[in-house]
């Protein structure tokens, strides 16, 4: 409710107003894409086609890192293996995510970490959302 995905949003129009073609996943929604496509490839479902645009657009928004399916293991690997192929080839990606950041797999804390290639934001805004008075 601090504004990190409108801020990922954001990222995501300025860069195709830019003329660069760019891809905007709420993560949850990307892992389902992921594991219909891979059950599907028995009957022409293509996982490759979409793993392999993910690492090579240039530019790339994953918003809510560590949200409901996006921690088990298998799209955990996923996630980091795009993540991995995208930093060794310099391509642009904004990832939002409430966990600290020091709490991530140590691949991504080591990657998001390289101060040559990354930059990390904390947005310590407060949360914008109105407050819901609850019913006693």
């Known amino acids: 409710g601090n504004g990190k995905t409108h801020l990922a949003e954001a990222c995501y129009h300025a860069t195709l107003e830019r003329g660069v ?3 905007y996943w709420y993560l949850p929604d990307l892992v389902n894409a992921m594991h219909r496509a891979l059950a599907q490839k028995e009957i022409g479902g293509n996982y490759e086609a979409l793993y392999t645009q993910l690492c090579d657009v240039p530019f790339l928004a994953l918003d809510d890192y560590g949200v409901g399916n996006t ?7 996923q996630i ?3 993540l991995k ?3 060794h080839s310099y391509k642009a990606t904004v990832v939002t995510t409430n966990l600290d950041w ?3 797999p140590a691949a991504l804390v080591s990657i998001f970490g390289d101060r040559a290639v990354a930059l990390c934001v904390l947005n310590e805004a407060p949360d914008y959302r109105p407050r819901r008075a609850t019913k006693v």
């Open 21 to 23: 073609r760019g891809i």
């Open 71 to 77: 921690t088990n293991s298998w799209a955990l690997g």
């Open 80 to 82: 980091e293996a795009i």
């Open 85 to 87: 192929r995208r930093y």
């Open 102 to 104: 020091l709490a991530l």
